[in-house]
């Protein structure tokens, strides 16, 4: 069955360092999205991305965080200058159409701020 | 934001069948309602969505009720692989708004 796969699956950062997630979606997927995960909370939208746009993005995605897609295939989360409260497990997700449609979750990038 | 509410946890046997609430009584006419599943440190996995009517897949069931305002899930018999946090999401505004979901545990 396709997936979506995550790179790294953990990484260690300094704080005020960048870094950047990435992501390879299911191939025929049109439509992307960032989750994140604080250890021990629920799961958190960050954006979505379609038509090589961000469609949706929530109050957390702010100036500090991108996203690209830089060619076919990958799909990427850049955090500018990381803080210490961006520690998280950030979740890449993909799907076909838009509403009612399912979403196919990657394993995740567990991001450790020090 | 249109809102789940979900037990926080929930017990069953193996082998039983285990009916899963969630209310949702601020759903609009277009939300879908999404069920997900998230094991320890893995990512979250599609169980079954559906919009009015109930749905079958080779996973589970939902069961909406008819003013949409609640729904179970239903897995049919319980493994120890089910053993997951369970999340009830609304599909708002093309986000999905999560909750803290059901933890079920499965007893041998």
């Known amino acids: 069955e396709p997936e979506v796969t995550q790179t790294p699956s953990h990484q260690v950062t300094q704080m005020g360092q960048e870094v950047i997630l990435r992501c390879v979606p299911i191939?025929?997927?049109?439509?992307f999205y960032w989750y994140r995960q604080i250890l021990g909370q629920k799961v958190e939208f960050l954006v979505s991305?379609?038509?090589?746009?961000?469609?949706?993005k929530s109050e957390i995605f702010d100036d500090q965080f991108s996203v690209e897609r830089p060619d076919g295939s990958n799909f990427t989360l850049k955090i500018r200058s990381t803080k210490l409260e961006d520690s998280a497990m950030y979740f890449c997700?993909?799907?076909?159409?838009?509403?009612?449609?399912?979403?196919?979750f990657g394993e995740g990038s567990w991001l450790t701020v020090v | 934001d249109a809102k789940t509410t979900q037990p926080n946890s929930m017990e069953s046997n193996e082998e039983e069948p285990v009916h899963l609430p969630c209310n949702h009584s601020?759903?609009?006419?277009?939300?879908?309602i999404h069920w997900y599943r998230q094991l320890p440190s893995q990512g979250p996995e599609y169980v079954i969505h559906?919009?009015?009517?109930?749905v079958n897949n080779r996973m589970a069931s939902l069961a909406i009720a008819e003013d949409r305002k609640s729904s179970t899930l239903i897995l049919h018999r319980a493994t120890l692989r089910d053993a997951a946090v369970y999340y009830c999401i609304l599909d708002s505004n093309y986000q999905l708004i999560w909750g803290a979901g059901t933890k079920l545990i499965i007893k041998p």
């Open positions: 997700a993909s799907s076909f159409d838009r509403l009612g449609n399912t979403i196919y």
């Open positions: 601020t759903i609009s006419g277009t939300d879908y």
């Open positions: 559906g919009l009015t009517s109930n």
């Open positions: 991305f379609y038509n090589n746009e961000i469609s949706e």
């Open positions: 191939s025929n997927h049109l439509y």
